[in-house]
């Protein structure tokens, strides 16, 4: 009997443990343990068939996951604007979803002139919301390369010139991004400055300028935004194409940032099996089939990280130690995303993401001239403002590459005028000029009729009249997001307005001198008719609310505050890259003019720019005291901090971008004169003063030494310079690094 109990005893804690096995969560999916044993275990359970598919594309924008794990897929989505509609699985074409219409973001190059970091805050977290919504893991940017020629097609997705203002703005994005569970891949990793030979240009560029320029906001976004994704760039390097490079993927990026995040190789991107297996890369996309299927369906096993790596393996040239590494971080990117199963829900087209775009753009738009205080716009005196341009009504949300967006709705500048002032002005409109007519990317039509039969001279008479009869000419012109303009593939031809804008501008102006000329763009322009015309404004892409943040600003109700993040040279050949005739090279680019990228070359050759860096005027005015530091001399632990007031002196709120500049006024290896090291963005009521403090410590005072290959900061003596831009000194004072 006894013997009978302890055998059924026995039988009942054998099925009571094989239940409570059954019901025991596998370790990969019990998120209460740390991520990396989840990798480890999920990765155990995986077929090399497996591991092998989820490195690679499956579709044109997603990669497997694991099915019979539950495992998700991964869902990329361009970024950096907006999310992207819904394209076939095979093809660029529209899928014709129907529930696809995002917000419409301004572009990087408006966010990053707000100089704002709670605002690029603001926009990661609502395009990360936008993402998630539409279940999408991965976000395809934002995108960081340094301005280096106003001639780059992609510089509108791109945050300017300076190394340090990138970084401080890329960050906010990446974590606002990824406060959604969604990865922000950060993009193009690196020295992609130029569309023109993309696939193939070979960068010459040395450690010094490629650690001091190229690098640093890329940095940040590893570093100081963790960011869980980098794209490798189209371009070459050391000979290497940058989707499987030695030596920014592996010595740089992993070896010297410790990035645990994935590597993504940019659409097409990738050309070599057994570079992309050692190089650093661990998810292709985008490829074709070596040119055998051109196009050809679901020709993914062709990629170079699929049939070919596993045929490498199973001839054993490969051992899976890559394959292995690659596994786990694609693993642990579906960890931080699609399985975490505590990531908010998203939302997506949303009234908060379009006010979000909105604050944004009105924080971004810079108001470069502004003579005789044509702006704002005075409603109480104005009866009648005279709307010209193409860009007044054309839709920039679609075109311009990868970036284009099917907006949800897109206010066109004049549509956000006559809402604003309908009541109160006549707006009457004429076109002055034909850009580009058309209006479609890749299947997303604009819907726009543009046709225009008349000629240029009639457009040109239409105009003038217009314009004598208006107390004030606004002309929306500049760019726009066609091939061999702000777009990519092509690089732009010419610094110069395209469409004739020039001579509009010149004959509007001699039949109304109260003009206001909008610089629709990503890039600088060349304005030869400066001296004439008294108000400029930079208008940047501003998204789907556009034509409403404009509006607020032309008549006041918002008070600019924005400053451009790139030089804007007179002429081409004041540009660095250009007055060495670097640019765009042929097989290979020669960066040969080093450090001196924008305002660095402006101030080291004297060249006075048309608009320096970090210009940007305000409806009311500034006046800044003088600069103190908190210590006269600091040791190489030390922080030392700088104060200024600054005071509003006009009649109305507005704010101002306090700027530092560091000086090293002796050092072994030749400097810049000054860089961005800070800056602060303040709030002023009239008469109101305020205290801006700015704190730095050593490594804002380095150097990268390529002999040593360390950042080094030399004793001596240091200036700190406060600027309104960089080439508005308000004052200055000295330091020593002991
Ligand atoms: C672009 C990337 C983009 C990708 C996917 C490439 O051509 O360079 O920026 O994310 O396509 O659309």
């Not at 891949?185 to 130029?194: D, G, I, S």
């Not at 030596?247 to 992309?276: C, M, P």
């Not at 960890?335 to 997506?348: A, E, I, V």
Request: proline fraction near 4%.
């Amino acid at each position: 009997m006894i013997k009978q109990l302890i055998r059924v005893g026995f039988f009942a804690l054998f099925v009571f443990q094989d239940l409570s096995a059954q019901n025991q969560k596998p370790l990969y999916l019990d998120d209460t343990k740390p991520i990396d044993a989840r990798v480890e275990d999920a990765l155990k359970r995986m077929t090399l068939d497996e591991k092998i598919a989820i490195i690679h594309a499956q579709s044109k924008f997603s990669s497997p996951g694991v099915a019979r794990l539950g495992i998700p897929e991964n869902w990329m989505t361009d970024g950096p604007h907006g999310i992207r509609s819904e394209v076939k699985w095979d093809e660029w074409d529209q899928a014709g979803w129907t529930n696809d219409s995002c917000i419409a973001f301004p572009a990087l190059t408006a966010l990053a002139a707000t100089w704002n970091r709670d605002l690029s805050s603001l926009y990661g977290k609502s395009i990360g919301e936008e993402a998630r919504f539409r279940n999408k893991n991965v976000l395809l940017g934002p995108g960081v390369n340094i301005y280096r020629t106003p001639l780059n097609g992609r510089n509108f997705e791109y945050m300017g010139e300076d190394p340090f203002l990138s970084g401080q703005m890329v960050v906010p994005y990446v974590k606002g991004v990824q406060s959604n569970g969604v990865a922000a891949c950060v993009k193009h990793f690196a020295l992609n400055n130029q569309e023109t030979e993309r696939h193939g240009v070979d960068v010459i560029v040395d450690d010094r300028t490629l650690y001091e320029i190229y690098l640093p906001a890329f940095k940040a976004a590893v570093i100081d935004g963790q960011a869980w994704a980098i794209m490798g760039a189209y371009n070459k390097y050391k000979g290497q194409h940058l989707c499987h490079n030695q030596y920014l993927l592996n010595d740089v990026l992993r070896g010297e940032w410790g990035f645990k995040g994935v590597v993504i190789s940019d659409w097409g991107g990738v050309h070599d099996t057994k570079q992309a297996i050692t190089n650093g890369l661990d998810m292709e996309f985008g490829s074709w089939t070596d040119g055998l299927a051109w196009g050809k369906s679901n020709a993914y096993d062709g990629y170079y990280l699929a049939k070919p790596y596993k045929a490498l393996i199973e001839k054993g040239e490969f051992g899976t130690k890559e394959l292995d590494e690659k596994v786990r971080r694609v693993l642990r990117l579906s960890f931080l995303t699609t399985m975490d199963k505590n990531r908010p829900f998203g939302s997506f087209g949303s009234e908060e993401h379009g006010l979000a775009g909105r604050k944004i753009a009105q924080e971004g738009i810079v108001l470069l001239k502004n003579d005789r205080s044509v702006l704002p716009v005075d409603l109480k005196k104005t009866k009648r403002i005279a709307v010209i341009g193409e860009n007044a009504i054309k839709m920039m949300t679609v075109g311009g590459g990868s970036s284009s967006l099917k907006a949800k709705y897109e206010i066109s500048p004049l549509d956000g005028l006559k809402k604003r002032v309908g009541k109160e002005a006549d707006v009457v409109y004429a076109r002055g000029y034909v850009g580009d007519a058309s209006g479609n990317y890749n299947g997303v039509v604009t819907g726009q009729n543009l046709e225009e039969k008349r000629s240029a001279a009639e457009l040109l008479a239409e105009a003038k009249n217009v314009a004598r009869s208006a107390d004030v000419v606004i002309v929306f012109g500049g760019l726009n997001k066609s091939d061999f303009q702000d777009s990519e593939g092509n690089d732009r031809k010419g610094l110069e307005l395209p469409y004739n804008q020039d001579n509009l501008i010149k004959e509007l102006v001699k039949v109304n001198k109260n003009l206001v000329f909008v610089n629709i763009s990503g890039n600088a322009v060349a304005m030869p008719w400066i001296n004439e015309v008294p108000s400029v404004v930079q208008g940047w892409f501003l998204g789907s609310e556009g034509g409403n943040a404009l509006a607020d600003v032309l008549v006041g109700d918002v008070n600019p505050s924005g400053k451009i993040t790139f030089s804007f040279p007179v002429k081409l050949s004041d540009n660095s890259a250009h007055s060495i005739g670097e640019f765009p090279g042929g097989k290979t680019v020669n960066y040969s003019e080093g450090l001196f990228v924008g305002y660095r070359h402006h101030d080291k050759s004297k060249i006075k720019p048309l608009f320096p860096f970090g210009h940007g005027l305000s409806y009311t005015t500034f006046e800044y005291g003088k600069v103190t530091a908190d210590k006269k001399s600091m040791a190489a632990s030390d922080k030392i901090t700088f104060t200024v007031a600054v005071k509003n002196t006009g009649k109305r709120e507005g704010s101002e971008i306090v700027q530092l500049y560091i000086s090293d006024l002796k050092s072994s290896l030749p400097r810049p004169v000054k860089e961005l090291k800070g800056f602060e963005k303040v709030t002023l009521k009239a008469g109101e003063t305020k205290n801006v403090s700015i704190t730095i410590d050593k490594s804002a005072l380095s150097f990268f030494d390529d002999k040593k290959h360390d950042w080094v900061a030399e004793p001596g003596d240091f200036e700190a310079i406060i600027g309104a831009s960089s080439a508005n000194i308000k004052s200055k004072v000295k330091f020593t690094l002991q």
